[in-house]
């Protein structure tokens, strides 16, 4: 198991039910998933709940072998010393990427290791040139944001994340912000980060990249109503809210 979340309870202030109403699912270690839904259905707070981005209330999550208590269950102390710990097995690519643009691909994914885990520069560049060459960037290590594409720059953003060694890595809606020509190249670097073993999870909105993925889970109303393989519940949905949504995406 690397990734657990059980009975989450999230209530945003101001509005009348909580976003997450007992929200829970169970993912094995390196499994590649989607997480699906309509807007508001409660997929990005499930994202920032794990990454410790957004509070709440009960519930647990379990990230290999560290468990995170919402506020009501835990000290503020000890939650904090629990979401430290949880942070070092997390990674997260954001929607926009968030490159520095004055720092070289190479540079964006060394920066982080030699701050925050004492390696050193040769170390970190070695570690990075590999993830690079990994993610199909070789000829781009030495080029800057501004010179990349969209998808690679999403690419540089995932290796980036990888060389601070997640267990978990979260993704949020990794192809909005891309041209429909580049959105393939996204799936193949997730593929490619599927075979390191490193649990990844993806929240969109994009169908053909949640059929490429080896798991989904459906989000209606802050719980889960159907989770499987894609040839399973992207085809042969089950429950009604999971059909009506697959219908308004065709």
Same mark, same amino acid.
């Not at 999403?154 to 912000?177: F, G």
């Given at each position: ?131 690079? %060459? ?21 690419? %540089? ?94």
């Amino acid at each position: 198991m690397t990734l657990k979340v059980t009975g989450l309870l999230r209530h945003h202030a101001g509005n009348a039910e909580p976003t997450l109403k007992g929200l829970s699912f169970d993912l094995p270690g390196g499994t590649l998933t989607a997480l699906l839904g309509r807007s508001g259905a409660g997929k990005s707070t499930v994202l920032r709940c794990v990454m410790g981005l957004e509070p709440f209330e009960s519930g647990t999550i379990e990230i290999d072998g560290v468990i995170v208590r919402g506020t009501k269950d835990v000290s503020p102390d000890e939650r904090q010393r629990q979401l430290h710990v949880a942070r070092t097995r997390l990674g997260l690519v954001f929607q926009s990427f968030e490159l520095f643009p004055h720092l070289s691909a190479l540079d964006n994914c060394t920066l982080a290791p030699m701050k925050t885990k004492g390696l050193t520069r040769g170390q970190a560049e070695t570690r990075a040139r590999e993830l690079l %060459v990994q993610l199909g960037l070789e000829h781009r290590i030495d080029a800057y944001p501004e010179q990349l594409s969209g998808g690679q720059k999403q690419r %540089v953003a995932i290796a980036r994340a990888l060389a601070m060694e997640p267990r978990v890595l979260l993704y949020d809606e990794p192809t909005s912000a891309l041209d429909p020509s580049l959105k393939g190249e996204v799936l193949q670097a997730l593929k490619r980060v599927d075979a390191t073993g490193v649990t990844q999870v993806v929240v969109t909105h994009d169908l053909a990249l949640a059929r490429g993925m080896e798991h989904v889970c459906v989000l209606d109303h802050g719980i889960v109503i159907e989770s499987g393989a894609p040839a399973q519940v992207l085809q042969a949905p089950q429950h009604d809210a999971t059909k009506a949504l697959l219908k308004d995406w065709v």
